[in-house]
């Protein structure tokens, strides 16, 4: 499985993004896959963002609840990362994650929970 993420940039507070991460190969549909949405910002350690189950079951952290919303898209392979109300504080590089050992409605929340990883996209908020 291959993961190209997106849709990241420059954007001032309050305002919103909208990341896309796209699934591809041989091996499996993103119907199979569970996904997720990690970010780290400078100096820290990567954390969970926002995750989907197979069965399009959802959860946020609670640092981007109500703000963010996760979605997917099982036509176009791609899962999606709304943000809107950005903070400075959620600036970062984002990165999407995909396990193929996901259980229909089960949501992961750990990195060692995902096998496969985005290259990540740069997300700046500006104060």
């Known amino acids: 499985v291959q993961l190209q993420a997106s849709g990241g940039g420059l954007v001032q507070a309050g305002g919103s993004l909208r990341l896309a991460c796209a699934a591809s190969?041989?091996?499996?549909?993103?119907?199979?896959?569970?996904m997720g949405w990690f970010r780290q910002a400078p100096g820290k350690e990567r954390e969970f963002v926002a995750g989907?189950?197979?069965?399009?079951?959802?959860d946020h952290a609670d640092a981007v609840k109500v703000r963010f919303a996760i979605s997917r898209d099982n036509a176009k392979n791609t899962v999606y990362l709304q943000m809107n109300s950005l903070k400075p504080e959620d600036t970062g590089v984002y990165y999407c994650?995909?396990?193929?050992?996901?259980?229909?409605?089960?949501?992961?929340?750990?990195?060692?929970?995902?096998?496969?990883w985005g290259q990540g996209t740069q997300v700046t908020v500006s104060s």
């Open positions: 994650a995909a396990t193929a050992r996901a259980i229909y409605s089960a949501l992961y929340y750990r990195e060692t929970d995902y096998g496969y």
């Open positions: 190969g041989h091996s499996y549909t993103l119907s199979r896959l569970g």
């Open positions: 989907i189950a197979r069965s399009g079951y959802s």
